[in-house]
């Protein structure tokens, strides 16, 4: 007889539909609570079950003002992903990538990562940065997520992108009386050897007093992630002809090798809450928020400079092939250097040629702290929102990094071995620890910031008859004092030179100070592990090593021209009425307004003229009117019609403001010399955005939904080089710059549906999915991205999935993709003709742009949970179930640049609740 068997992909899908056909021999599950009407009603409401979830996320999406995107948490503690940025990705028009950890990060709205965060509705960021790292909020902490796509005069401003807003729970969403949660999670990836944890407890207790109805709430989390993520690489192209001899005429990379970034990191998290409402207008209450980070952790390379070999044999060439011209280090150069015609490399050996490993040993500590009181009255047609928070960031980071390196007879490579490079050093003599010598310099990276902020807010609404049916009205105030502290970069020398001195020979090292590295690369010698420096040695002992390479104990000085303090003040004011009235027998209702926004900040840092260090500081003002307007037409029953339009701005980066100014008076008038620095007098990026949907619902939770955007930016910031003069001298200085407009248009399409209309087992499927298309396009003259899309985003992108939910079981198989996106711009590259229409190249301001491109792909994501009891319920979820991973290369697909390989987690959790 025939067998067969079905891959984990193939057995995920089949679990998910099989389980909407068996019989219920399952023990029914407690019945879900109705989905709350309006976000007030969600905060009463504690939601159970993916389905009760997602009817609330599109509730909220139908009643909201403007364009939202909502994710319900589908019980206390039990968000839908692992984290937050995860759960994101599913959102139509939010695209994200994954981090060197393996966690999804940096989201997108419609291709632009100009978010502001609010946590409760209060503006968090990470360090002296505009934005919060999700990540650091552990997913089980939240109760739903709220995305605003578009503008409104409620909303707090900062984001060109939009807004995301995180809700935590609170005491009085809780029946009366105790309610305790424990939630735990374990998760392996296939590339690390132990598991990741978490544990969460949450507690709350609802009264009623003589004094009026009190709540307590605490809930505490631990994760702990262990990580690896494989990187192999090639190095940009460089003509042979230019090279060691053997490969004339022939593209080859500079040089090949690969990484692991592999550690581990841990993140307390706890908030509390106290709700006090002694009567039915009144409520006070005050919060507590830690959210905490500390990673450590190594980045372990093994290299090869392989363009320093003595000669190249057996160089094959592909067909692709190109003219271009070449300056005399067989890179890009200008129309006056020869034109050579060249073919992309196919493979070749290199022989006698220097290897190298390194160690990037790592650590980073983040403490975020927030703590805030407020009050909340409603009587009649007037409710008032008063609240003041205390914001604090602290965020520490050390990076020690020591390279060693031999002579080795020879590399083997493959330029292309199908989307990515590999890599052959025979008898892998970087896997033995003789005959290493200490190359480069010790290098250091030392850097602390710090940002508080204070913030007084007083929202409210009154409610009127007629036309205008409420005026929504608010103030707000910030004062954000931030701290930036960096040493300059790097460290004294190789101890005796570069490649002098044996590591062996350094008597105060210690016999384990070469290690193996703790993780292979499967692209690299077979995965065949090699030899570097040990990262706890170089974490504590810095010191021996600081005087072994010629220096002295201590950690150096911070550099005054690295550092800056900056004092920011901003003030807004907002007035949104809400009106209704009926068209043609149709109900018309919306919202118009606008907020007025003001900003005030001193920046104080160092420059270096002529190597004198001089103190700087710049002082600016910033005054915004920001308007905004929608309206909902509910042409026939559950059929809506909604247009929005407004103005959104974000702040430029502490950073970038810094005055902090570079560079040295000449003393040859002929020469224009350079320079560098911050540039106080940027603006804020500004955006005005126009929406246009078509909504259709049906039933609980079931709709379909079509929509159209139009987004204008203008003054972005780049950085750029222009003419200065400065002291009747003419400068070519380096600083970010505001540099026009870029369009974003795109379409988007989501649906979600239920079917409830089939028999028995089968009415717990349902099926969503949303489509995203950005079309996006720089509109600045002379930038060099002219006419082509904005970097980072991805032209098509969707996700598809089916779910079941019956009988106590629960479960979901997701497919996220996006599309091929250009990640960076490269200014001079030695790149055949791509899809962009390239032409011969020339390395110079005219020259077309050339990019490093990721391919496209997905991720399929699967969980299943069972409801044991009532109190009790587990699931078990796989995470990346095809091992998609991320493929770039140099502007044609021909010559690879990296393969980093995403990895798999498969995990168990539990959620237990009395």
Partial sequence: MKRFTLSPVAAAATLTLVLAGQHATAQQAAAPKPAAEAENKLEQVVII?????????????????????????????????????????????????????????????????????????????TGVGRGFAFQDLPAEAISRADVYKSAGANVLEGGVAGAIDLKLRKPMEFRKGLTLVVNGRASKGEFTTDPSTKLGVL????????????????????????????????????????GPAGAAGIVLPTCVGGLTDTGGYQRPQANASIQWRPNAQNEFYADALYAGYRGKFGTYFIFSDIFAAANITNAKASTDCFKAHINGAGFLGSATDGIQNLCNGVSATFNNVPGLTSTQAKTGATDQRVLAAGWKYNAGPLSLHLDASHMASDNRNRNIIVDIGKQIASVDIVVNAGDYGTTNMPGNPLGSKTDFRFANGLFQDINWAKSEQNAVALKGSYELDGFITSVDFGVRAADRDSAWRANEAGGPGAPGGNRVTLVSSATQLPADFLIQAPNCIPQINGCQPWMTPNP??????????????????????????????????????????????????????????????????????????????????????????LPNASAKLEVVPNLIVRA???????????????????????????????????????????????????????????????????????????????????????????????????????????????????????????????????????????????????????????????????????????????????????????????????????????????????????????????????????????????????????????????????????????????
């Fill in 203 to 242: 507690g709350s207790y609802r009264v009623q007093t003589d004094a009026g109805e009190i709540g307590f709430l605490a809930d505490v989390s631990y994760a702990d992630h262990k990580f690896n993520r494989p990187i192999s690489f090639n190095c940009d192209p460089r003509s042979g002809t230019n």
């Fill in 49 to 125: 079950g993916q389905r009760a979830s997602r009817n609330a996320a599109v509730q909220s999406k139908r009643d909201a003002d403007q364009v939202v995107e909502s994710i319900v948490a589908d019980d206390i503690g039990k968000f839908p992903d692992n984290t937050v940025a995860e759960a994101l990705q599913r959102v139509p028009g939010v695209q994200t990538v994954v981090g060197f950890n393996n966690e999804i990060v940096n989201p997108l709205i419609r291709g632009i990562g100009d978010i502001i965060t609010t946590v409760d509705g209060r503006e968090m960021f």
């Fill in 536 to 625: 706890d040695y170089l974490r504590n002992n810095t010191d021996v090593l600081r005087v072994l390479y010629g220096s002295q104990p201590g950690d150096p000085a911070y550099a005054p021209v690295n550092n800056y303090d900056a004092t920011e003040r901003n003030y807004a004011l907002y007035v949104q009425p809400h009106y209704e009235t009926t068209v043609g027998g149709m109900r018309l209702d919306g919202v118009f307004g606008g907020r007025f926004v003001r900003s005030e900040r001193t920046i104080s840092g160092a420059g270096r003229i002529n190597n004198v260090v001089t103190p700087q500081t710049a002082s600016s003002t910033t005054n915004h009117f």
């Fill in 644 to 914: 929005t339009a407004g103005v959104t701005m974000s702040r430029p980066g502490l950073g970038d403001l810094n005055p902090t100014v570079n560079y040295s008076v000449p003393l040859n008038a002929n020469i224009i010399p350079g320079g560098s620095g911050g540039n106080p007098e940027l603006k804020d990026q500004m955006s005005t955005a126009y929406d246009l949907s078509i909504e259709k619902y049906f039933g609980k939770g079931s709709y379909v939904q079509a929509a159209v955007y139009h987004r204008v930016l203008k003054d972005r910031v780049v950085r750029s080089v222009a003419r200065e003069v400065i002291g009747g001298v003419t400068y070519d200085m380096s600083r970010p710059r505001n540099l026009g407009k870029a369009t974003l248009k795109g379409l988007e399409l989501s649906a979600q549906y239920f079917l409830d209309m089939l028999p028995g087992a089968l009415s717990g499927v349902g099926v969503f999915g949303n489509y995203t298309m950005a079309d996006s396009v720089v509109n600045t003259p002379g930038d060099k991205l002219f006419g082509k899309p904005l970097l980072g985003v991805s032209k098509h992108s969707y996700n598809a999935g089916v779910l079941y939910e019956k009988f106590g079981i629960t479960s979901r198989l997701t497919y996220t993709w996006r599309d091929k996106f250009n990640e960076g711009q490269i200014d001079c590259l030695v790149a055949s003709p791509a899809e962009n229409g390239l032409a011969t190249g020339i390395c110079g301001n005219n020259n077309a742009p050339y990019y490093n491109r990721v391919k496209a792909y997905g991720r399929l994501d699967f969980a299943i949970g069972y409801q044991v009891t009532p109190q009790l319920s587990v699931s078990f979820n796989a995470n990346n179930l095809t091992g998609a991973k991320y493929y770039s290369y140099f502007q044609n697909e021909s010559f690879p640049h990296d393969i980093r390989s995403d990895d798999k987690f498969y995990g168990l959790s539990f959620n237990f609740k009395l």
